[in-house]
C-alpha cells in the first residue's frame, strides 16, 4: 500500500504560481510512476501531468504544457507539480496518484485525496 496526500493549494490571482506536494508513505515511492489529475466542479476528472519513477519519462495535458512542470524527490518519497502562469481555468481540486507506469489515463493504483487550487480572475 502507499498512502499519498497532497499538500500547497491554496487561492492565488490569475498569472501566479503554486507549488503542489504529494507526500508519500508506506511502500517504496520510488519503484511507482506519479501522476497528477484534476477535477473542475462540474467536470469530470483529467489529466495534468505524469512522471515516470527515474524522473526521465514526463507527459503533459496540452492546457498545461509550458506552464507546469512535475517533478520528483524519490528520497523523500514526495512528488511535486510547479504550477505557473495560472489562469482561473486551472481552478479544481488536484489530486496525485501513484501508479506502474506513467499513463495518462486513470490507471493508477493509488490516490490521495486532494487539495484546492482556485485562481482568481
Known amino acids: 500500500q502507499v498512502q499519498l496526500v497532497e499538500s500547497g493549494g491554496g487561492l492565488v490571482q490569475a498569472g501566479g504560481s503554486l507549488r503542489l506536494s504529494c507526500a508519500a508513505s508506506g511502500r517504496t515511492f520510488g519503484g511507482y510512476a506519479m501522476g497528477w489529475f484534476r477535477q473542475a466542479p462540474g467536470k469530470e476528472r483529467e489529466f495534468v501531468a505524469t512522471?515516470?519513477?527515474?524522473?526521465?519519462?514526463?507527459y503533459y495535458a496540452n492546457s498545461v504544457k509550458g506552464r507546469f512542470t512535475i517533478s520528483r524527490d524519490n528520497a523523500k518519497n514526495t512528488g511535486y507539480l510547479q504550477m505557473n502562469s495560472l489562469k482561473p481555468e486551472d481552478t479544481a481540486v488536484y489530486y496525485c496518484?501513484?501508479?506502474?507506469?506513467?499513463?495518462?489515463?486513470?490507471?493508477?493504483?493509488?490516490w490521495g485525496q486532494g487539495t484546492q487550487v482556485t485562481v482568481s480572475s
Open positions: 512522471i515516470s519513477w527515474r524522473g526521465d519519462i514526463t
Open positions: 496518484a501513484a501508479g506502474i507506469t506513467p499513463t495518462m489515463t486513470s490507471r493508477y493504483d493509488y
